[in-house]
Structures are given as C-alpha cells and as structure tokens.
C-alpha cells in the first residue's frame, strides 16, 4: 500500500485567488490522479499526472483552470486558478498501487477548500 | 462508458443486523469493481475490490461482496452491523480498458442504529 499525504488539509479563500494543494507518496508511483468532490457529491475525476509529461484531463477540466505539475515520481501539485464560489470543493489525489497488478487505488486525506 | 449506480442515498440498519449496500455496473469489457468506505473527515479507504475469480470477495472490517454477472450488481454486504461502520459507502469501476482511473456511483450513506 502507499501513503499519501497533502497540504494543506483545509483552506478558505478568497474569489479570484488561487490555492496550490501538494500531494506526497511515500513509494514511486508512475501514475497520479487528483479528484474532486463537490459537497453531498461523489468524486470526479479532474485529470492524470504522469511523471515527465502532461496530466491527460478530463471533459470539463482545463489546464489553464486546474495546473498540475508532477516534477518526480513522489510528488505532485494542483493549482485551482481564479477560484469562484462553485470551486468549494474537496479535492483528492491518488495513486494506484505500486505492486503489480493489484489495481488498488489509494486516497489521500483530502483538501477542503472553501473560497469565499 | 463505465459507469456504477448507487440506487440508494440511505440505508439504516440496527446494530447486529446485517446490511446491504447495492451497487450495479455498466462496463466495456471485464469489469474491475470496487468498495470505497469514507468516514467523516477523512480520506477514502479501501475496502474491497473484484478482478477475477470468486465472486464472492472478501475484505477489510468484516465486509464482502458478492460479484454477480447476469444482474451486473455488486453489492457490499456485513453480517452483523457495528455502529462504527456508519460512513458513506462508494462503489467504484475501473475505467475503459487500459485506463487506470475510477468511476465512482453518488455513494450511500449507511447509518447503523445502536
């Protein structure tokens, strides 16, 4: 199993501003996804990250909205830009087990993000 | 598409009793299916997942689940409730073949009444 951490657990802030959320593996992983749960909503995924390339996003995701970076194979960041009100979100990275074949996915604790 | 369907938003059950927590699937190709618990405050755990085999899976807290292929359903299932399983509860498949994302269903919250 991996553990993942991310900072910060929680903010609030302010519209038109902008929020870095880091995400850290305890182990390699190749892949990297971040997620968003809306509230009372279930998750969404926003995009991919791979290590040495461009995150692959999802219908409705924008790079210009939600820049992701991932500089190694433990770390990753993802920028919510310009933030408005409807961005409140819990936002959630993963990565999928580092054995092989497993296809187990594990989360981390989450970023409660309030914008205001 | 992948998509999972969580029909019920609640499920209470008391203390003892056993619980089922529906889930059905649609999928392109084999599916991989999974069960996410998320408790208050904290980040998803897993609980227990279907690649091939058994259809009946066992995993973490006493919970399983039993895949069944001609109702595309993959309930979760405890024999015996504890207060302390009262989260939300996700079933999750893997995306189209040869991606590595999940689809999560609107999830269940299950309230076990002490």
């Known amino acids: 199993s991996a553990v993942i951490s991310q900072k910060p657990s929680r903010d609030i802030c302010q519209r038109g501003t902008s929020l870095t959320i880091q995400c850290q593996v305890d182990s390699q992983v190749t892949m990297m996804f971040w997620y968003r749960q809306q509230p009372g909503q279930s998750l969404t995924l926003i995009a991919t990250a791979n290590q040495g390339s461009e995150a692959t996003y999802e219908s409705g995701f924008v790079i210009d909205k939600f820049p992701i970076s991932r500089p190694n194979l433990t770390f990753s960041t993802l920028t919510v830009s310009n933030m408005s009100p409807e961005d409140s979100s819990i936002y959630l990275c993963?990565?999928?087990?580092?054995?092989?074949?497993?296809?187990?996915?594990?989360f981390g604790p989450g970023t409660r993000l309030t914008v205001t | 598409a992948q998509s999972v369907a969580q029909p019920e938003d609640q499920v209470n059950v008391a203390e003892g009793n056993p619980l089922t927590v529906k889930c059905t699937y649609s999928?392109?190709?084999?599916?991989?299916l999974f069960w996410y618990v998320q408790y208050p405050n904290r980040g998803l755990q897993f609980l227990l997942k279907?690649?091939?085999?058994?259809?009946l899976v066992k995993g973490s807290y006493g919970f399983e689940a039993e895949f069944n292929k001609s109702q595309t359903s993959f309930h979760l299932k405890k024999p015996s409730a504890l207060v302390s399983d009262s989260a939300l509860y996700f079933c999750a498949v893997r995306g189209l073949p040869g991606a590595n994302n999940l689809f999560f269903g609107t999830g269940t919250r299950l309230t076990v009444i002490p």
């Open positions: 279907y690649i091939t085999g058994d259809n």
């Open positions: 999928v392109s190709g084999n599916p991989y």
């Open positions: 993963s990565v999928e087990d580092p054995g092989t074949d497993t296809y187990e996915q594990y």
